[in-house]
């Protein structure tokens, strides 16, 4: 069903995901007990230093070593409590992806990795601080979810689903504030994409803070061309939405990914193999980072030179359709 | 160069590390403040470097583990002429290759460092593949303190003394700070210099801004024949700027037009007392 007009209005812009993520820990926090928040020097970064101002016995400062970190919040995880391991996107999945896989995914310690500053967040920081990987090594292995919040609704959302599931989870969360995508219909739930936009002749899948570009694009290909697109949050990355997929391609229309991560086993990878394996032949077009040597500038710079901008998106979306 | 000279240096170097930084809105200032000094003895005094010939087989090699403090390496190599200063007008510009870390992508940077708990192992590659060679050139790495408790770093410290390294030289960067706080607040190391003997590492420590102090450390071969030399350089975070002397805050602070101004004059003072 065609909803009609996108918001004419600007959106309204909030935080930033990861200060969102820490207001609402520290909320939770107060009641659940069992929430730990386990640090490694980026307590800082994490947003997280009045959380242990207020709660210092909740909180476990293990020092720059994160496969320590992983490991810690397995045990803590194993002996009943409620971790959430914090640090930089680009360090936890990467320095201590073999306790990932291990220690919490395969032996089922419900730990939760929060990455922050995730994709290109760190901009001029350089490829060691970029998180280009994440979503594809944790795809890559059982017994984990992704989850890459789109707003600060989706972010608090995210990180309650996180503490009262009984499963692995990896939050993947930016630090530029973020606007709130869609005020009206709250309705979030864990592996079910949320449509931001609706129309059938275009269709673009974004996560994280790509959702917004591809809603700015959407808005001025609406505005300038009539070109009505479906806009979806595919915040869930893991256990994918299938379901919406096989939705979405029914309408026949283009459709193009969006991500902060390199293009290959990403999102966009993600979605391409479902959809071939149940014969949809939509074109399709992903957009992400590439596989070369990433250019160098602050995370806008490097989404503008990718295409990861409203100019980029709109002029995309423009070229498939007319 | 003269000792006079080399102290001018420092000044010079720090006034330069600030200049950047200030320009490009970012940097991490205390840790590059902290291990000028080291640079500055290594890179005029001890390492045997071409500048116009950095790939040379023989040079002796310096690898910068505590990545962050780019600043300092940035403004150690232009000074020494790798590449002319004016480079650094485009520091984590868009396109440019004067990041906010060390890349090979800048002549005279042996390594892309910045995660911590890297440099090390790739000094040990080295220093095994030099002994291989039956090469006599060395390896230096710079450790920050924080960086320590990366478990990678122990994995190293136990093969360096095993394979005998010493030809490599690891220096601490021990202002006793990270980002968080103190070490001792955040992971405590004591005593570090017991956990390196003990790893079987020879141990020297010096005051990290005494310059003849450090060239006496780094400069007469290894401290022990057969082992990997440890250099405990004690520093401060933010040397040579008062109000950034010891204050967590200018881990990656960016002075103010006025706080620079303030620095500025400080360095210039201190010029003038040399
Ligand atoms: C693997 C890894 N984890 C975390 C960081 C983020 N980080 C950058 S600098 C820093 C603190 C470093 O402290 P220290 O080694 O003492 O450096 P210094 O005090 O000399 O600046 C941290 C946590 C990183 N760069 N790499
Ligand atoms: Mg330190």
């Known amino acids: ?322 | 160069m003269t000792d006079k000279e080399l102290q001018l240096k420092s000044v010079h170097l720090r006034k330069n590390i600030l200049k950047y930084i200030y320009m490009a809105k970012a940097g991490h200032t205390g840790g590059s403040l902290s291990c000028v000094d080291i640079l500055n003895v290594l890179y005029n005094r001890v390492l045997n470097v071409d500048p116009h010939e950095f790939r040379k087989p023989d040079r002796d090699r310096y690898i910068q583990s505590k990545g962050h403090s780019v600043e300092a390496l940035f403004v150690t190599l232009a000074d020494r002429g790798f590449f002319p200063e004016a480079d650094l007008e485009t520091l984590c510009q868009h396109e440019s290759h004067y990041i906010g870390h060390p890349t090979k992508k800048v002549n005279g940077i042996e390594q892309n460092t910045g995660a911590l708990g890297h440099g090390l192992s790739i000094g040990v590659g080295e220093a095994i593949a030099a002994k291989l060679d039956g090469k006599t050139h060395r390896i230096y790495t710079l450790l920050g303190d924080g960086e320590l408790p990366e478990g990678s770093n122990w994995e190293a410290f136990l093969s360096a003394a095993h394979y005998k390294l010493d030809n490599l030289y690891a220096i601490l960067d021990y202002n006793k700070q990270q980002i968080t706080g103190n070490n001792e607040e955040v992971m405590s190391l004591d005593s570090v210099r017991d956990k390196l003997e003990s790893f079987g590492w020879a141990v020297k420590e010096v005051d990290g801004h005494n310059l003849i102090a450090l060239e006496e450390a780094l400069n007469k071969g290894p401290l022990v024949a057969g082992k990997p030399s440890f250099i405990i350089a004690h520093t401060v975070k933010g040397k040579g700027v008062s109000y950034m002397e010891g204050n967590i805050k200018w881990h990656h602070g960016v002075p103010t037009a006025e706080q620079y101004q303030l620095a500025m004059s400080e360095l210039q003072e201190a010029e003038a007392l040399i």
């Open chain 1, 1 to 322: 069903m065609e909803t009609g007009k996108i918001k004419s209005k600007d959106l309204k812009m909030g935080l930033a995901n990861q200060v969102v993520f820490a207001n609402t820990l520290e909320e939770l926090a107060e009641t659940n007990k069992d929430i730990l928040v386990v640090t490694s020097d980026s307590r800082g970064s994490g947003k997280l230093v009045p959380f242990g101002q207020k709660y210092p016995d909740q909180i476990v400062e293990v020092g720059i070593a994160e496969q320590n970190l992983v490991g810690v919040a397995a045990g803590l995880a194993s002996a009943g409590k409620k971790p959430f391991a914090v640090s930089p996107a680009c360090f936890i999945t990467a320095r201590s992806l073999e306790q990932i896989k291990n220690d919490v995914a395969y032996s089922d310690n419900p730990a939760v990795m929060v990455g922050i500053s995730a994709g290109v967040s760190y901009g001029a920081l350089g490829t060691t601080h970029h998180s280009l990987h994440d979503f594809a090594v944790l795809r890559a292995i059982n017994n984990i979810s992704i989850i890459a919040p789109a707003d600060n609704y989706e972010t608090e959302q995210a990180v309650r689903y996180a503490a009262d599931s009984n499963k692995p989870v990896y939050i993947r969360l930016g630090k530029k504030p973020m606007p709130s995508l869609k005020e009206d219909d709250l309705n979030f739930e864990f592996g079910k994409g949320r449509k931001i936009t609706e129309g059938k002749d275009l269709v673009f899948i974004a996560s994280g803070e790509t959702v917004y570009p591809a809603w700015l694009a959407a808005k001025e290909l609406e505005d300038r061309h009539g070109i009505k697109a479906t806009v979806v949050s595919m915040h869930t990355i893991k256990p994918l939405d299938t379901d919406l997929l096989d939705s979405l391609a029914e309408y026949g229309a283009p459709i193009i990914t969006v991500e902060e991560h390199m293009v290959n086993g990403g999102l966009g990878e993600a979605c391409a193999s479902h959809l071939m394996q149940k014969g949809h032949r939509n074109a399709f077009v992903m957009v992400g980072i590439p596989d070369e040597y990433t250019v160098t500038g602050s995370q806008v710079e490097i989404f503008n030179y990718y295409g990861i901008s409203k100019e980029g998106l709109y002029s995309l979306g423009k070229e498939m359709l007319l």
